[in-house]
């Protein structure tokens, strides 16, 4: 009795993640390489899925971004949870799923992406970050796949472009 052999559903281990790439800067970069791929199909899908639901949440929460512009903490939890929700909005379960299960990997990543933002001498400001983002929500909210897509596609190249060592 309390031994034995268990049967549980089968899914992504949340901490699946090798010890090896944690709080590297290989985890970074592969994370943004994950991110690119998933995000930009989940953008695309979203735009042509998304229901008034999703505009409605991902609404308030650029209307949080917007609101926590210079409050690293937050705007950085609201930045996340944005991705997130666009991910759900795609209407693919499985693509949400992934996306949860990396989640906190991508935390980190856009927490140490934010860090180097900040120290680099092109930094990526707030103000332009959010307007990265609400371009994102205009173009999902409008039901244009490619330009969400493309939106999407560049946020990213943004990101992984500052954290190139500078030349």
């Not at 559903?9 to 592969?30: D, T, V």
């Not at 856009?110 to 994102?136: I, P, Q, V």
Request: aromatic share 6%.
């Amino acid at each position: 009795q309390g031994g034995g052999t268990y049967v549980r559903k089968p899914g992504l281990e949340p901490h699946a993640m090798p010890e090896s790439l944690r709080h590297s800067n290989a985890e970074l970069s592969q994370v943004l390489q994950v991110r690119k791929f998933l995000e930009v199909g989940a953008a695309e899908l979203a735009a042509r899925h998304r229901t008034a639901g999703d505009v409605e949440k991902l609404g308030k929460l650029i209307v949080q971004m917007r609101d926590s512009v210079g409050s690293e903490e937050f705007s950085l939890i609201y930045d996340a949870n944005f991705h997130l929700a666009i991910a759900h909005a795609s209407g693919n379960a499985i693509l949400a799923a992934m996306m949860e299960h990396i989640f906190s990997a991508m935390l980190r990543t856009m927490k140490d992406s934010r860090k180097l933002w900040l120290c680099s001498g092109e930094r990526e400001t707030a103000g332009k970050l959010f307007r990265e983002h609400m371009k994102l929500f205009e173009a999902i909210r409008d039901r244009d796949a490619k330009r969400a897509a493309a939106t999407m596609a560049k946020h990213i190249d943004r990101v992984a472009n500052a954290l190139q060592p500078v030349k």
